[in-house]
């Protein structure tokens, strides 16, 4: 199978701060690199063809992304929500019979699991979804036979309900960091392992 990955890095972040003055995918994280890097360089270890997807205002975004010679689709419609800046990701993926959606803002993943979830997608109608500590983690994957519904989402509505056919195949991991997203500023005081706490919506 012909894996790919899409990259969620369109939202503002308003939980982590609502006035807006602060990128939190450009914010720094243990080692001085943004969230966003760290997100983007694992999904990179594991795949190799990788789409992200910013807004046309995420210059800075973009460029570090491109640094990493991650493709980046620059969508118009990402301000209507995590499942219209999903539908430009999956419209811009070629030749492929499977995609990961990957979140900018979990950069403690591991490797291993992105590259679990990428062996999962073996057929065009598997669906997979890592499991820690009996919930739902990321990155979620989809085989080609879904990729007209993942065309079609609209606003914010996620892949969630896919998550809940019998297609589902959970893969047990030994990964907090499958559930730990950057929410508030103190979250950057966190490493891999430290937070369990339920992930962001898929």
């Known amino acids: 199978m012909n894996v790919a ?3 969620l890095a369109a939202g503002l972040g308003r939980r982590f701060d609502p006035a807006g003055r602060s990128d939190k995918l450009l914010a720094p994280w243990h080692d001085g690199k943004p969230v ?4 983007a360089s694992n999904v990179l270890a594991a795949v190799r063809q990788v789409v992200a997807v910013v807004r046309p205002e995420h210059e800075l975004r973009q460029a570090w ?3 990493l010679g991650i493709r980046v ?25 499977g995609c990961l959606v990957c979140l900018g803002d979990m950069p403690a993943v591991r490797v291993e699991t992105i590259a679990r979830m990428r062996d999962g997608l073996d ?11 009996g919930a739902q983690g990321h990155p979620v994957g989809f085989g080609a036979r879904w990729f007209d519904e993942l065309r079609a989402l609209e606003a914010d509505r996620g892949p969630r309900h896919l998550l809940s056919r019998d297609e589902v195949r959970w893969i047990e991991v030994n990964d907090p960091g499958c559930r730990f997203d950057i929410d ?8 891999p392992g430290d ?3 339920p992930p962001a919506s898929p």
Not at 73 to 97: W, Y
Not at 184 to 189: E, G, K, T, V, Y
């Open 73 to 97: 689709v620059v969508s118009e419609s990402a301000h209507l929500g995590m499942g219209a800046a999903l539908s430009a990701g999956v419209a811009a993926l070629r030749g492929v019979d």
């Open 195 to 197: 937070v369990s706490r």
């Open 184 to 191: 508030q500023p103190s979250d950057l005081a966190l490493r």
């Open 36 to 39: 966003l890097w760290h997100s």
């Open 123 to 133: 057929t065009a109608d598997a669906i997979v979804a890592p499991r820690f500590d």
């Open 5 to 7: 990955a899409v990259l």
């Open 65 to 67: 992304l491109e640094r």
